[in-house]
């Protein structure tokens, strides 16, 4: 059973939180994110530009981004998901689109400079030091160069979800802005997302459904929702999700989306 700390919802020690690289993970609310993190990018890469999925997970983002005409490159902690995505890349036939490695976003394994824009989906919250993610993204940009990054927002948000998924912290909006200008990135848009209906969904669908999933206490509980499963669902979803666009002035979300620029010149 799990119990309450402060504002955190804790995992007993003989729940297993999710084992990232066990499937693939998905969902409407999944798709609905990625596809708002890539109409920030459109129109700020170059043809023949360089990008990073820093922590590019079970690779959903960074097929997409492989659409655009760019190089895309893969970095992830995870040992599972970098075996199974350099298989589908070289089954693809794209090795000259995408790659894909395995590495920390603490320590980026790639010279200054390299990329012309960075994205991070989900990632943040998930890092020990996201200080030095930050600072790390800054490092790999060209001048003039782009970051698009997505978190879970507000820590009064904070449950059962959180836990199972390995969170480490939530965000504000203020808190995000200060921790990217710090590191000197310049802030260029701040969107809240997920008001009124990804709220909705999370708490009357998501949730029943991740209470279910740990307190049958089977392997299933610790593999991540597959999409695949659900595709009708994940388009009809999708579809509704579209107007939480109408409310994106709004604070309520239940997440966070940041478009900042690393300064042409440097300081």
Partial sequence: MARLSGNRISLPQSDSRIHW?????????????????????????????????????????????????????????????????????????????????????????????????????????????????????YRVLRPGGICVASVPAFPALWDLSDEWAGHLRRYTKEGLINLFEKKGFIIEDVRSWGFPFVRLYHRFLYMPHIRKRISSASEDAVTPPDAGNHRWMVRVLGMIFRLDSLFQWTPFGMGLILKARKPCAET
Wanted: aromatic share 6%.
């Fill in 21 to 137: 690289g066990s499937g693939e993970i998905g969902g409407p609310r999944h798709e609905y994110r990625e596809a708002l993190m890539l109409r920030l990018l459109r129109g700020e890469l170059p043809g023949g530009g360089v990008v990073l999925d820093a922590g590019c997970g079970s690779g959903s983002l960074l097929f997409k981004l492989g659409r655009f005409d760019c190089t895309v490159h893969g970095i992830e902690q995870s040992e599972e998901f970098v075996g199974m995505l350099q298989a589908r890349v070289r089954s693809s036939g794209i090795t000259n689109k995408i790659s894909v490695r395995q590495g920390s976003v603490m320590k980026i394994p790639y010279p200054d400079k390299t990329f012309d824009a960075v994205v991070s989906g989900e990632v943040l919250e998930h890092v020990p030091d996201d200080v030095s993610a930050i600072t790390e993204f």
